[in-house]
């Protein structure tokens, strides 16, 4: 897919459908000094060419794409779209591409099929050419069976299908995509692309892709890196994988010990870039181009070897933004605390430690069920969570795992089955177990009209905290996650990042004994996954029960254990090793979690055994 890197861009692809010059935008802020969200900024698309766009959260993603659209008029430089100026021109450029925001705008109350006549009216598609575009289009998306389905009744992963299937509705020749498949599981994801790169190959069109998913960044043709409104680099992610060889290296733990506990030594050491978590191994990028710095922060006893690992874009892109800065970045959490001026308590045994036996056990289900109607979205799920234990809820768009949260949390109530929480039965005490946890929604759910500092005071006071001890909770939550800078700000004009923390803190605030974290690193940067993860991985040492879904499965090796679901009823349940062994085969000996929840959700795979056994 990707091109080979001694062609030239003229070589391989046609004109050039998109072209930035020095793009310069700067956004007043009240109370403070202007933003500057793009600087001297240049790119080229070309028809035929998918361009990828990474950078953190504020890099300028968002308002390149929205000069390129003409949304937005630049304070300096020129945006030329298929040859006409994006500022003097854009009802013209409009009629020719097509831009998919963030949040594209699908009309819930209608269904499938209304959707798509509403955008081909607004698109001035003629009714003579809608019947063969239809066709088309419920065909790569999948959807040709659910035209009659109300678009709010779709899944996560359908709603963005059927998002692109209206967007292109009208065969653009420039397709621009913010972020696409945030909040869309492995397998949507997948099918996402197939349908990109089916259009650029039938039609030739050109694609600028702002992503937070890294992978994906090895799927485009080039790739154009920002950082606080500056392009740091371009280029096809081949030559970024070899910019980097010999700076990454994979830790195999020692049998019995955790590969969490190993990435949290890791991880902000002197001359270690990043340590995160893959297969099983510590995955680590270095400063320099040897293995010391790994050897050198590693305590005895926990590493059974170290070896050089092939690298990739991620690694790259990691590397180019500690190299973009003069200092260390600060971590989006600073050093780990749970009370104030007090540092966490290792539960008993600390990392190494055995599975907690049955008495630790704070979340139990046995055959529980959710129906609403004749529909059953939740079907005869069965598990148990100890202690300081971080357990995932994994699955497909619609699978049940947001439904299955809200009855843990007492929000929903369980139409059958048993429910236990903290020891107590939810259908009779459920007001005693909603004070032991914390929950964070997988959408922002708090006041955006309140201030970050009205906010905290607001849930304190919802979880009966009062007086002096509201006090010193909120001072902790404002150190903790970094927000005393933002702490007058209305939550609604928050960064996602930011919105993301607070959150996280408003559900921490009365120090919860069970925590549960509804894909809580969703639409954030990679820094700031990784930043989140350290911070979940000191709460689970302290004692924490963590209960969490992601769609990124490489958080998932974050988990002790994990549920995968699909459609309601349980597929597998096991550690990150047993899942993964899941998709193990002759030809694919080492596969992933990803590789794993993608066979069991497409109905291959075994059931893994139990803790254990052989």
């Given at each position: 897919?990707?091109?080979?890197?001694?062609?030239?861009?003229?070589?391989?692809?046609?004109?050039?459908?998109?072209?930035?010059?020095?793009?310069?935008?700067?956004?007043?802020?009240?109370?403070?000094?202007?933003?500057?969200?793009?600087?001297?900024?240049?790119?080229?698309?070309?028809?035929?060419?998918?361009?990828?766009?990474?950078?953190?959260?504020?890099?300028?993603?968002?308002?390149?794409?929205?000069?390129?659209?003409?949304?937005?008029?630049?304070?300096?430089?020129?945006?030329?779209?298929?040859?006409?100026?994006?500022?003097?021109?854009?009802?013209?450029?409009?009629?020719?591409?097509?831009?998919?925001?963030?949040?594209?705008?699908?009309?819930?109350?209608?269904?499938?099929?209304?959707?798509?006549?509403?955008?081909?009216?607004?698109?001035?598609?003629?009714?003579?050419?809608?019947?063969?575009?239809?066709?088309?289009?419920?065909?790569?998306?999948?959807?040709?069976?659910?035209?009659?389905?109300?678009?709010?009744?779709?899944?996560?992963?359908?709603?963005?299908?059927?998002?692109?299937?209206?967007?292109?509705?009208?065969?653009?020749?420039?397709?621009?995509?913010?972020?696409?498949?945030?909040?869309?599981?492995?397998?949507?994801?997948?099918?996402?692309?197939?349908?990109?790169?089916?259009?650029?190959?039938?039609?030739?069109?050109?694609?600028?892709?702002?992503?937070?998913?890294?992978?994906?960044?090895?799927?485009?043709?080039?790739?154009?890196?920002?950082?606080?409104?500056?392009?740091?680099?371009?280029?096809?992610?081949?030559?970024?994988?070899?910019?980097?060889?010999?700076?990454?290296?994979?830790?195999?733990?020692?049998?019995?010990?955790?590969?969490?506990?190993?990435?949290?030594?890791?991880?902000?050491?002197?001359?270690?870039?990043?340590?995160?978590?893959?297969?099983?191994?510590?995955?680590?990028?270095?400063?320099?181009?040897?293995?010391?710095?790994?050897?050198?922060?590693?305590?005895?006893?926990?590493?059974?070897?170290?070896?050089?690992?092939?690298?990739?874009?991620?690694?790259?892109?990691?590397?180019?933004?500690?190299?973009?800065?003069?200092?260390?970045?600060?971590?989006?959490?600073?050093?780990?605390?749970?009370?104030?001026?007090?540092?966490?308590?290792?539960?008993?045994?600390?990392?190494?430690?055995?599975?907690?036996?049955?008495?630790?056990?704070?979340?139990?289900?046995?055959?529980?069920?959710?129906?609403?109607?004749?529909?059953?979205?939740?079907?005869?799920?069965?598990?148990?969570?100890?202690?300081?234990?971080?357990?995932?809820?994994?699955?497909?768009?619609?699978?049940?795992?947001?439904?299955?949260?809200?009855?843990?949390?007492?929000?929903?109530?369980?139409?059958?089955?048993?429910?236990?929480?903290?020891?107590?039965?939810?259908?009779?005490?459920?007001?005693?177990?909603?004070?032991?946890?914390?929950?964070?929604?997988?959408?922002?759910?708090?006041?955006?009209?309140?201030?970050?500092?009205?906010?905290?005071?607001?849930?304190?006071?919802?979880?009966?905290?009062?007086?002096?001890?509201?006090?010193?909770?909120?001072?902790?939550?404002?150190?903790?996650?970094?927000?005393?800078?933002?702490?007058?700000?209305?939550?609604g004009k928050l960064p996602g990042g930011y919105k993301q923390r607070l959150a996280m803190a408003a559900a921490m605030l009365h120090e919860p004994e069970i925590l549960f974290l509804d894909e809580p690193t969703s639409g954030v940067d990679p820094l700031a996954r990784r930043d989140f993860w350290r911070r979940i991985n000191s709460f689970a040492e302290a004692g924490v029960t963590v209960i969490v879904t992601t769609h990124f499965m490489e958080e998932a090796e974050f988990c002790d254990r994990m549920l995968i679901m699909s459609q309601g009823r349980e597929l597998a349940t096991g550690t990150p090793a047993q899942i993964r062994a899941l998709a193990r085969s002759a030809m694919h000996p080492d596969p992933t979690i990803e590789d794993a929840f993608i066979a069991l959700a497409e109905g291959a795979g075994q059931p893994p055994a139990p803790e254990g056994s052989p």
């Amino acid at each position: 897919m990707i091109p080979a890197a001694a062609e030239s861009v003229a070589e391989r692809f046609g004109e050039a459908v998109l072209c930035l010059r020095d793009l310069h935008k700067r956004f007043a802020v009240r109370d403070g000094p202007p933003v500057e969200a793009l600087r001297g900024v240049s790119l080229d698309v070309r028809g035929g060419e998918v361009v990828g766009l990474v950078g953190p959260d504020g890099a300028g993603k968002t308002t390149l794409l929205r000069i390129a659209t003409g949304l937005l008029v630049p304070d300096r430089g020129t945006a030329t779209v298929l040859a006409l100026d994006a500022v003097r021109d854009t009802l013209q450029i409009r009629r020719r591409i097509t831009y998919m925001p963030q949040k594209f705008g699908l009309y819930e109350d209608l269904t499938v099929q209304e959707n798509l006549d509403l955008y081909a009216d607004l698109q001035g598609v003629p009714p003579v050419a809608r019947t063969d575009r239809y066709a088309q289009l419920l065909e790569m998306t999948g959807l040709a069976k659910f035209a009659g389905r109300l678009a709010g009744r779709l899944s996560g992963g359908m709603k963005q299908k059927l998002g692109l299937a209206c967007a292109l509705i009208k065969s653009p020749e420039l397709l621009l995509l913010d972020e696409p498949t945030v909040g869309v599981d492995p397998v949507s994801r997948r099918e996402l692309w197939r349908i990109v790169y089916q259009m650029v190959a039938q039609e030739g069109i050109g694609v600028l892709v702002a992503t937070a998913f890294l992978d994906e960044a090895e799927k485009c043709h080039r790739v154009v890196v920002l950082h606080e409104g500056r392009k740091l680099d371009e280029g096809a992610p081949a030559s970024f994988r070899e910019w980097i060889r010999g700076h990454t290296f994979l830790v195999r733990p020692r049998p019995g010990v955790r590969p969490r506990a190993i990435q949290g030594r890791l991880a902000g050491q002197p001359g270690i870039i990043d340590a995160t978590i893959r297969g099983g191994r510590v995955r680590v990028v270095t400063e320099q181009p040897d293995s010391a710095a790994v050897a050198r922060a590693m305590p005895d006893g926990l590493a059974a070897e170290i070896e050089t690992a092939s690298p990739t874009f991620e690694d790259a892109f990691l590397k180019w933004l500690a190299d973009a800065q003069s200092r260390p970045r600060p971590a989006v959490f600073p050093a780990a605390q749970t009370g104030t001026g007090s540092a966490p308590r290792p539960r008993q045994g600390g990392p190494l430690a055995a599975p907690a036996a049955a008495a630790d056990c704070v979340v139990h289900t046995r055959g529980l069920t959710k129906r609403f109607g004749r529909f059953t979205a939740v079907s005869e799920i069965s598990f148990d969570v100890q202690r300081g234990e971080i357990f995932g809820l994994l699955g497909p768009n619609g699978a049940g795992k947001s439904t299955t949260f809200r009855m843990l949390c007492g929000l929903s109530k369980a139409s059958g089955g048993e429910v236990r929480v903290a020891g107590r039965d939810l259908r009779r005490a459920g007001s005693f177990a909603r004070q032991r946890l914390g929950y964070m929604a997988q959408q922002f759910s708090l006041y955006g009209q309140l201030s970050v500092l009205e906010n905290l005071r607001f849930f304190g006071r919802a979880y009966g905290l009062t007086g002096r001890r509201l006090a010193e909770r909120i001072e902790w939550a404002l150190e903790e996650f970094a927000l005393r800078g933002q702490r007058d700000t209305a939550s609604g004009k928050l960064p996602g990042g930011y919105k993301q923390r607070l959150a996280m803190a408003a559900a921490m605030l009365h120090e919860p004994e069970i925590l549960f974290l509804d894909e809580p690193t969703s639409g954030v940067d990679p820094l700031a996954r990784r930043d989140f993860w350290r911070r979940i991985n000191s709460f689970a040492e302290a004692g924490v029960t963590v209960i969490v879904t992601t769609h990124f499965m490489e958080e998932a090796e974050f988990c002790d254990r994990m549920l995968i679901m699909s459609q309601g009823r349980e597929l597998a349940t096991g550690t990150p090793a047993q899942i993964r062994a899941l998709a193990r085969s002759a030809m694919h000996p080492d596969p992933t979690i990803e590789d794993a929840f993608i066979a069991l959700a497409e109905g291959a795979g075994q059931p893994p055994a139990p803790e254990g056994s052989p």
